[in-house]
């Protein structure tokens, strides 16, 4: 399957620190973007789609101005969490599309601890 | 009500059992579905995709759907304890652009 690469995979930071997170398409161009964050035992929960060169769609309740997506090029997009604070600790999860085709490719993910 | 129901189990077999995992759903508009596997502290893996109803078989895992029940499953024979983990159903509406709906996962203990 394609591969999709986060970096980095584990962060701690203190409270009102901006973290980014980077997402890669390692082997193919993806046209589309997404991320997800996922608290423990739970599912994933989509916070913005992005294609490549063109502002992110934010779901419901998801702050732009907090969560800033950035998909610069086909194979790059990168998340920064501004002014982090403790309730943003959570994992962060990327994911990239091809095309047209439903199916997603996730990165690892990123764990994200604010002190 | 969700619109992708899933069991979150946790639900625990012996080595070499089969195991039957399934999600409903309640839009009858969803035409893609998919399975995902993740371990614990990684992010998911992609194991089947279907489109409409039918059946898909790959090596242990077999994927069903049937659409006039807004039902899908996925078999793993012989399961081993490499198979534990979460796994999650997934579905869309057509092709395109689309957001992907999730379940909640279930987790999937295979005993040794």
């Known amino acids: 399957g394609a591969v999709v690469s986060q970096h980095p995979s584990r962060v701690i930071c203190k409270s009102g620190t901006s973290v980014k997170i980077e997402c890669r398409s390692l082997d193919f161009q993806a046209t589309t973007m997404f991320w997800y964050r996922q608290f423990p035992k739970q599912s994933l929960m989509l916070m913005a789609t992005s294609n490549e060169g063109s502002k992110a769609t934010y779901e419901q309740g998801v702050e732009k101005d907090k969560f800033l997506i950035n998909h610069a090029s086909l194979t790059l997009s990168t998340l920064t969490v501004t002014s982090a604070h403790p309730e943003d600790s959570s994992f962060y999860i990327c994911s990239a599309r091809f095309g047209v085709q439903e199916t997603q490719y996730f990165g690892p993910g990123t764990r994200l601890l604010v002190l | 009500q969700k619109e992708v129901e899933q069991d979150p189990g946790p639900l625990s077999v012996p080595e070499g059992a089969i195991v039957s995992l399934n999600c409903t759903y309640s839009n009858s508009a969803f035409q893609y579905f998919m399975w995902y596997r993740q371990y614990s502290r990684k992010g998911p893996e992609l194991l089947m995709y279907?489109?409409?109803?039918g059946n898909k078989e790959d090596g242990r895992f077999t994927a069903q759907v049937d659409k006039s029940s807004k039902y899908i499953s996925l078999f793993i024979r012989d399961s081993q304890p490499s198979d534990s983990a979460t796994y999650l159903c997934a579905m869309s509406y057509s092709g395109g652009y689309q957001k992907v709906t999730f379940g909640t996962g279930t987790k999937l203990q295979v005993i040794p």
């Open positions: 279907t489109y409409s109803s």
